[in-house]
């Protein structure tokens, strides 16, 4: 017959104690951090899917700041594109006025003074900045894109450092055109720089418009090169050369007479407006897309961030109902403990 000694009473007593405790000391931390475990070793399973959900979230917030910044970015060139498009409008309906008879020198030489602050007023939209970056130079965002220069050939604008070629006063002789624009740097296209944001699983788009997508690259027919057209025939002229340099395979200049009216020139404008609308309707259907894919990703957001919540969080009232009986079954074990550890052989043998 197995014989019980008061030391293994003892001994059970002591290891049930702490057992219910240990019991209750995990029931309270799972109250007061709201938490299901505390190491992984509590439960691996919880621990592993904790790991994946919790990288998936984290994605998924990067994605959505990715997004914000770009539809800011993309809304920044929007306004610019519309702001350009609202100077390019005043600058025709000026031609129109100056295209009647009945203008006289001194109107079309108020008119000339307001298109030449209007074609500034363009290079300061074109070199507008979003987050300490300039949108419409391509990759080159640390440095303004446009400027206007005055040279022997005009006032002329460069994009990047480099001129835009284009249209001279017939008067200009061609040696000298030739010298100038062989002995400087002459803007050609290095092809589409876009800025791409990445904004989900493999999933990227471009959220930039090159500032010559949407003025013109062709030399004699971007938008500067109209402005320039109408100047010169504010003062009178009814002739201009167009330049157009190659840089390869060694740097040409070609140059040609044209004829110049008032007429030509809206007809340009009309083509430079039409070139702004294509630019803001494609960036509008980069930003649809922009937005449809940040109400994708809040929706994912939830549903994980709600996977995450169920695989982690502790359900309160049901923690709280543990830590209650925790507490009543260790009290009780005490309770016991405490009359079966005072009593021994001894007591009954006096």
């Known amino acids: 017959m197995l014989r ?12 049930n104690i702490n057992s219910n405790a240990s019991r209750l000391s995990k029931a309270q931390d799972q109250m007061s951090s ?18 994946k959900y919790r990288s998936y979230v984290s994605r998924i917030e990067q994605y959505q ?26 600058i025709r309906d000026y031609t129109v006025q100056a295209s009647t008879d009945t203008m006289t020198e001194e109107d079309r030489a ?54 835009l070629g284009g249209v001279v006063a017939e008067s200009l002789d061609d040696t000298d055109i030739t010298d100038f624009y062989t002995d400087n740097p002459v803007y050609s296209t290095e092809g589409a720089q876009s800025i791409q944001y990445n904004l989900g699983y493999s999933n990227s788009i471009a959220i930039n418009v090159e500032g010559q997508e949407a ?8 938008l500067f090169d109209t402005i320039d057209k109408l100047l010169l025939a504010l003062d009178g002229n009814t002739s201009y050369k167009t330049v157009t340099v190659a840089t390869e395979p060694s740097t040409s200049v070609s140059i040609s007479s044209n004829s110049l009216d008032i007429d030509s020139v809206l007809t340009d404008l009309d083509n430079d407006l039409d070139r702004l609308l294509t630019a803001r309707s494609d960036l509008g259907a980069r930003m649809n897309y922009v937005n449809m894919t940040k109400d994708r990703l ?53």
């Open 34 to 51: 709201q938490s299901k475990i505390q190491l992984p070793s509590d439960d691996p399973v919880v621990a592993s899917r904790a790991i």
């Open 298 to 350: 809040s929706a994912d957001y939830n549903t994980y961030t709600k996977l995450m919540s169920n695989n982690e969080d502790v359900d309160t009232a049901e923690a709280s109902m543990n830590v209650s009986t925790a507490q009543y079954v260790y009290e009780a074990s005490l309770s016991v403990g405490a009359k079966v550890i005072s009593n021994s052989l001894v007591d009954y043998l006096r």
């Open 65 to 90: 700041k990715n997004t914000d910044d770009a539809l800011s970015w993309q809304e920044v060139t929007d306004s610019a594109l519309n702001d350009l498009g609202d100077v390019v409008q005043q």
């Open 4 to 15: 019980i000694t008061n030391n293994m009473m003892v001994s059970n007593t002591v290891r």
């Open 215 to 222: 003025t013109g690259e062709a030399s004699g027919s971007n």
């Open 110 to 163: 108020k008119i000339k003074t307001n298109i030449e602050e209007l074609k500034k007023q363009a290079v300061q939209i074109l070199n507008t900045s979003y987050g300490g970056r300039y949108i419409f130079g391509g990759y080159a965002t640390d440095q303004e894109p446009y400027a206007i220069e005055s040279t022997d050939m005009g006032d002329k604008v460069t994009f990047k450092g480099s001129y």
